[in-house]
């Protein structure tokens, strides 16, 4: 069964932390570069980062870089998101995907396997 399952979802407050989790199962994660996309009430699906099969290259959407990391575990098929200084406008349902040809597209097409995903809700 393939499968990739996101945790770590919540309500925080406005500048408060939150951590994302991806985990694979019934495929190699390595084998895919992975990224992060969400989707807000009434907003379009956006990319939000991404990053190779390896680790050694990352890209951010515009409106969490700075704030937000992306990093992966290959040996533990898992791919984090550190999402810090959150805002309002972080709300949304964040899901994970896997690209296997690529090294992280920003177009949600790309991308072969998709989490449920998780919801953050950021308020106060």
């Known amino acids: 069964q393939l499968q990739l399952v996101e945790s770590g979802g919540g309500l925080v407050q406005p500048g408060g932390s939150l951590r994302l989790s991806c985990a694979a199962s019934g495929f190699t994660l390595g084998n895919y570069a992975m990224g992060w996309f969400r989707q807000a009430p009434g907003k379009e699906r956006e990319f939000v980062a991404s990053i190779e099969k390896n680790g050694d290259s990352t890209r951010y959407a515009d409106s969490v870089k700075d704030r937000f990391t992306i990093s992966r575990d290959n040996a533990k098929n898992t791919v984090l998101l550190q999402m810090n200084s959150l805002k309002p406008e972080d709300t949304a349902v964040y899901s994970c995907?896997?690209?296997?040809?690529?090294?992280?597209?920003?177009?949600?097409?790309?991308?072969?396997?998709w989490g449920q995903g998780t919801q953050v809700t950021v308020s106060s």
């Open positions: 995907a896997g690209e296997f040809e690529g090294s992280g597209s920003s177009r949600p097409i790309d991308y072969d396997f």
